[in-house]
């Protein structure tokens, strides 16, 4: 009985050992790597650990340190540009399409006959979801530009800030030719950042390009890519920017968003993609700012972009390789003259229908749309130098700017002549289909609806073949003849289906 006792006893002591023992294991282990500082109470631990670190090479080593420079930079243009970058919720009033369509052409022209469709077309509510880049502030009104297409029919326009600040916005004013638009809010919260705005003439192939906007709503949203082009023509809805290029991806809900370059400054307002899904396939499209630098002020003071007018009608040949060599303009940058408006800015400087300009303000014209930029940019009343060619000679001649006026600009009885014409041997015409009574003629491509060439009988598909009666010798010759001031008529010759025509004579004076 004693010894089992002193058996029990035993085992007692080694149990509460061993569990003494796990006791001071796990303190000693919770108070590793830790010492106590006094300070007049309870002492408190402070740890003292290093996070594990991964060796690697030299050169490794420095690939990552420029990597973490290269990301330090993004985050300074994410923290920099985003602030100025919002979201733009509009409703606007859509026109639901009729169901059938007007007959062609007497509705196009004249409208319904017998009073038809006099009913309202139905229209409804449409939202949508866009971006826009805070540009100016003046007191408590703040001035946010987007584009048209995202704003310019706006209704309702809410304004979301990158921190969830919202304001109720209204449209200053919108431009579809350069596809931008103005919109304001009122506030007193001092706490607005204005986009740095940079210059869009120094941006080259290559640089880097980031995009920042709502795609699909998802606010805030920043994508990184370079510049893949500049100088990019060709954009939707008769656009008439140039374009930067870029792969930084741009989707729906960019639009009206900023791209800007690595030091945060705005350099394009993304505009559009080209896609055949619908979704970024690393071609978007942003408008230059310094394209719509001027327009912001046109805007505020006059809620619509002013552009200037030369009072002509061009034609575009860069790619009539025939046309241009029976000019002689071969390989030739510029914008070529169809038609002069009558006492219009490029009349009244002596710029007559076939002239070729290759330069304004003495700077290189690039081509029709870069032309059409340059003279909306150039404030109504200044004069510029234009340079020209005209039957192989070069002229410089000085023209006052007027300001574009639509009425003006679209009153085709006073574009002279009316008509645009190119050579039998372009490549776009099939010459197989060339009457041999028209060989040596030039084809017409348009005429201009209630110009001299429309009241005269002309239609585009016509080939001319004679000027007043005499034989056409090649297309400088034409334009000097319709041009020559002795000549107080015009009248010529046409095929049309094989037919020899006489069209009716027009007086010039």
């Known amino acids: 009985m004693a010894s089992g006792k002193n058996l029990y006893s035993k085992k007692f002591f080694v149990a509460n050992l061993i569990i003494l023992g796990v006791i001071i294991g796990f303190a000693f282990a919770f108070l590793g790597g830790r010492t106590f500082v006094g300070g007049g109470g309870s002492a408190l631990p402070v740890v003292e650990a290093e996070s594990p670190k991964v060796q690697v ?67 409804y509510r449409q939202e949508g979801l866009g971006s826009g880049v805070i540009v100016r502030r003046a007191g408590k009104t703040v001035y946010v530009l987007t584009n048209n297409h995202v704003a310019g029919n706006a209704e309702k326009i809410t304004v979301i800030m990158n921190d969830g600040r919202e304001y109720v916005g209204s449209l200053v004013g919108g431009d579809e030719r350069k596809d931008i638009a103005l919109v304001k809010f009122e506030t007193s919260d001092e706490n607005i950042i204005v986009a740095s705005l940079g210059d869009s003439s120094k941006v080259r192939v290559g640089d880097w390009a980031i995009a920042l906007g709502s795609p699909f709503g998802l606010i805030s949203s920043v994508t990184a890519g370079i510049v893949s082009a500049v100088g990019r023509n060709g954009g939707p809805d008769g656009n008439i920017n140039d374009f930067i290029q870029t792969d930084a991806a741009i989707n729906k809900g960019n639009s009206g968003g900023a791209l800007v370059n690595i030091r945060g400054e705005v350099i394009g307002i993304n505009t559009w993609i080209a896609s055949t899904t619908g979704a970024s396939a690393g071609l978007g499209f942003a408008i230059p700012i310094n394209n719509v630098k001027s327009a912001i002020d046109d805007f505020i003071q006059h809620k619509a972009v002013r552009y200037g007018w030369l009072g002509v009608s061009l ?107 190119i050579s039998l041997e372009s490549e776009s015409i099939d010459a197989t289909k060339v009457p041999a009574s028209a060989k040596g003629g030039l ?65 010039k004076n």
């Open 443 to 507: 084809f017409v491509t348009d005429v201009a609806a209630r110009s001299p060439a429309s009241v005269m009988g002309l239609r585009a598909g016509d080939i001319i073949i004679k000027v007043n009666d005499q034989s056409l010798k090649g297309i400088v010759w034409f334009y000097k003849t319709i041009n020559d001031p002795a000549n107080k008529k015009l009248s010529f010759t046409v095929v049309r289906d094989e037919q020899i025509i006489d069209t009716l004579a027009y007086n």
């Open 57 to 123: 090479s030299p050169e490794i080593g420095a690939a990552l340190s420029q990597a973490e420079s290269l990301q330090t930079a993004f985050r300074y243009v994410a923290d920099t540009a985003l602030p100025s970058v919002v979201e733009l919720k509009v409703v606007d009033k859509a026109t639901e399409t009729p169901k059938s369509q007007p007959s062609i052409p007497w509705e196009f022209f004249f409208g319904p006959r017998n009073n038809q469709n006099d009913e309202k077309t139905p229209q």
């Open 315 to 421: 034609l575009d040949m860069g790619r009539d390789k025939a046309t241009m060599e029976q000019l002689g303009l071969s390989g030739q940058k510029g914008a070529f003259v169809s038609s002069v408006f009558k006492n219009g800015p490029a009349d009244k400087a002596g710029i007559l229908a076939g002239d070729y300009i290759t330069a304004i303000g003495g700077a290189e014209v690039k081509s029709q749309d870069d032309l059409v930029r340059r003279v909306g940019d150039i404030p109504a009343g200044s004069s510029t130098t234009i340079s020209l060619i005209r039957g192989g000679e070069r002229l410089s001649l000085t023209v006052k700017i007027d300001l574009r006026d639509t009425s003006v600009a679209s009153n085709n009885k006073d574009l002279f002549p009316g008509l645009s014409v």
